[in-house]
């Protein structure tokens, strides 16, 4: 049986059995979707009033009118600047999914930021190996754009999230889109493929990285490799002494780059292609002993954008 036929029997068992459609262990789609948003990038914002709750919206980019969702805390006042994290979701899944998953509202509620959960085109994103041909980079630029002008997002304090192919497409935006976000949290996701084998794939801004490896994910190797050379091009510096374990079975690192940025690296050995501490979903890792949606928000909150 091919490797595909094999993938795609696997994701049909697990939908089946969890009727949850998160498979994104392979960080790649059984067949790529169909070619969307190859055109000339334009936004025209769906209307609606900025206000708490939770919104199913709009945007139009390169002749596709994409979907999203948007979270705005009972705290949010239109008037007043707030960060901003944009959370992408595996292959296949939704943002909706996403939301349910990385238990980001709440976090959300309690420190007062905008959570957006953007749908890929066809249940995917076209990141660093995989999926589709749609402008996902200029789409995310547009969409933040879109906030800061209309939601009154700090545009210092715009983040990027995502797990499997959704981090990949963090690594890709962190360095096409660089200067955009402030930092990036990339769970069961790397640095990975052709395009960033490229010795100048970098960003060309300050971008930090906070990222989460299972040490049972398949792709672990790749994953460790990847943020390695993430390092190498920006000259890291690892941080002395090594920090204390995060927990049992886990390893931390930290780096802080030529440019300003810092660079930290989870590692939970016992743990596969998952959100650790994540309770809901196919993917959550509730016994990781790491509760990576409190990290990823810390690290956010202490890296605004380096101008």
């Given at each position: 049986?091919?490797?595909?036929?094999?993938?795609?029997?696997?994701?049909?068992?697990?939908?089946?059995?969890?009727?949850?459609?998160?498979?994104?262990?392979?960080?790649?789609?059984?067949?790529?979707?169909?070619?969307?948003?190859?055109?000339?990038?334009?936004?025209?914002?769906?209307?609606?009033?900025?206000?708490?709750?939770?919104?199913?919206?709009?945007?139009?980019?390169?002749?596709?009118?994409?979907?999203?969702?948007?979270?705005?805390?009972?705290?949010?006042?239109?008037?007043?600047?707030?960060?901003?994290?944009?959370?992408?979701?595996?292959?296949?899944?939704?943002?909706?999914?996403?939301?349910?998953?990385?238990?980001?509202?709440?976090?959300?509620?309690?420190?007062?930021?905008?959570?957006?959960?953007?749908?890929?085109?066809?249940?995917?994103?076209?990141?660093?190996?995989?999926?589709?041909?749609?402008?996902?980079?200029?789409?995310?630029?547009?969409?933040?754009?879109?906030?800061?002008?209309?939601?009154?997002?700090?545009?210092?304090?715009?983040?990027?999230?995502?797990i499997s192919n959704g981090g990949d497409l963090s690594f890709r935006a962190a360095v096409e889109a660089s200067g955009t976000f402030g930092a990036i949290g990339v769970v069961s996701g790397g640095f990975i493929g052709e395009r960033a084998a490229a010795a100048d794939y970098v960003p060309k801004q300050p971008v930090s990285v906070i990222t989460f490896i299972g040490g049972q994910d398949r792709y672990a190797e790749q994953f460790r490799t990847g943020v390695e050379a993430w390092q190498d091009r920006l000259r890291c510096t690892p941080a002395t002494p090594r920090p204390a374990p995060p927990a049992a079975g886990s390893t931390l690192t930290r780096a802080r780059c030529a440019d300003g940025s810092d660079v930290e690296v989870y590692v939970i050995e016992n743990m596969g292609h998952s959100w650790p501490g994540a309770s809901g979903g196919a993917m959550g890792a509730p016994d990781a002993g790491v509760a990576a949606t409190e990290l990823i928000w810390k690290f956010f909150a202490a890296h605004p954008r380096q101008r």
């Open positions: 049986m091919s490797r595909l036929r094999r993938i795609a029997a696997w994701c049909v068992t697990i939908s089946l059995l969890t009727g949850v459609a998160a498979c994104g262990e392979d960080n790649g789609p059984l067949s790529s979707p169909t070619p969307q948003g190859s055109g000339p990038a334009s936004s025209v914002p769906a209307a609606v009033s900025p206000g708490p709750g939770q919104h199913e919206l709009t945007l139009d980019h390169g002749g596709t009118t994409r979907q999203y969702r948007l979270h705005a805390p009972a705290g949010y006042a239109p008037g007043t600047p707030v960060p901003l994290v944009i959370a992408l979701h595996p292959y296949p899944s939704t943002g909706l999914e996403m939301s349910q998953l990385s238990g980001l509202d709440e976090v959300a509620a309690r420190e007062n930021f905008l959570v957006a959960y953007p749908d890929g085109m066809g249940g995917g994103f076209n990141a660093l190996v995989c999926c589709g041909s749609a402008d996902d980079v200029g789409f995310l630029s547009a969409l933040t754009d879109h906030l800061i002008e209309a939601w009154r997002v700090d545009p210092d304090r715009v983040y990027l999230t995502g």
